[in-house]
């Protein structure tokens, strides 16, 4: 560990705003990355369902 | 003599054309995705705890230079994005290849994603080093004009609705893009610039500790294990769209939906 406490590590030095924002928006940017295509999916599959729902009744 | 000639270069293209079956693509990515996001999720993982925690500070920068952790990562793979695409682009062009147009155009948005990363990253990184957020230098123009080129490739696939034609413009952007790649590479060498060398030192010191790069190296692999897992998922979406009509997808699509709308799909009844 090259931190002594918890707060430090917080901290970054001086620098805990630039270090931690910076991760912030790269796991946002990461999550998003994985959400985009689960959602469209699960979209996608929905609309399909719908559609051999539809066939199937007419 | 001459048949097992003809056989053994028969085999030895047989992955070719395997590799341009979306019916065989939608298999084995199937079974590539769960190791793939799992592999990305521990390097990453692993990377970040240590460079964030245990890695020691930068002698001249403090604690700012960990940024390098995910700084790097997304260039680098913004970068070979982009030449993946490129090399898409080729396969399309010549050997009409379905499966590289599919990945080139989903790996389009995740690379600029991977590049306004690399830049915004880099943008808090310079604040503190180098007391400015944002500098017209060679390095961080080319990857700024990486990121509109990105943006362009995604307009156009968007625009064109033919989808051999939207395939082929965005084919011939990616390979006529590509020649940005060497400068992005060399900037820093060609050109006088405030951003460091690929070193990973801001100084003229020696290679820094493996504590410092071990955590790099990690979140580096990691960043391309998750690129081959999200480009795995959207590919997987756009080969159940176009190949909508195929009895192997009308099977998958109804075996996905077993688990999900059918049980409802009873009840109803």
């Known amino acids: 560990m090259s931190f002594e406490s918890f707060s430090d590590f917080l901290a970054m030095g001086k620098h805990g705003l630039y270090v931690w924002s910076a991760y912030g928006i790269c796991f946002t940017v990461l999550a998003i990355n994985v959400l985009a295509p689960v959602f469209a999916r699960r979209r996608y599959l929905q609309q399909e369902a719908r559609r051999l729902r539809r066939e199937s009744i007419t | ?269």
Not at chain 2, 12 to 37: C, E, Q, T, V
Not at chain 2, 185 to 200: D, I, M, N, P, R
Not at chain 2, 219 to 240: I, P
Not at chain 2, 245 to 257: D, S
């Open chain 2, 1 to 269: 003599m001459n048949t097992s000639a003809k056989a053994k270069g028969g085999m030895s293209w047989a992955w070719f054309h395997k590799l341009g079956s979306p019916k065989w693509f939608y298999g084995i990515s199937g079974r590539l995705l769960p190791w793939l996001s799992i592999a990305a999720a521990l390097l990453i993982g692993i990377g970040v705890v240590w460079g964030l925690a245990f890695a020691p500070p930068d002698y001249q920068q403090g604690n700012s230079f960990r940024i390098i952790y995910i700084h790097v990562p997304a260039a680098m793979l913004a970068q070979s994005c982009y030449v993946m695409m490129a090399v898409c682009g080729v396969v399309g062009l010549v050997w009409k290849m379905k499966m590289a147009d599919v990945a080139l155009q989903c790996a389009a948005p995740i690379g600029a994603w991977m590049t306004a990363l690399g830049l915004v990253t880099g943008a808090i990184w310079g604040k503190p080093t180098w007391g400015s957020w944002w500098v017209w230098d060679a390095r961080l123009t080319s990857m700024l004009i990486l990121l509109f080129l990105y943006f362009g490739l995604i307009a156009l696939g968007n625009a064109i609705t033919n989808r051999d034609s939207a395939a082929k413009a965005c084919a011939v952007l990616a390979i006529v893009g590509v020649i940005n790649i060497p400068i992005i590479k060399y900037s820093v060498e060609w050109w006088s610039t405030l951003h460091q060398g690929a070193t990973f030192s801001l100084t003229e010191k020696p290679a820094m500790p493996a504590e410092m790069w071990l955590p790099l190296l990690f979140t580096v692999l990691g960043f391309y294990c998750f690129f081959g897992a999200v480009l795995l998922m959207r590919m997987r979406l756009d080969v159940l769209k176009r190949e909508a009509r195929a009895g192997w997808v009308k099977e998958a699509v109804a075996k996905h939906l077993g688990h999900t709308a059918s049980p409802r799909h009873g009840a109803e009844r």
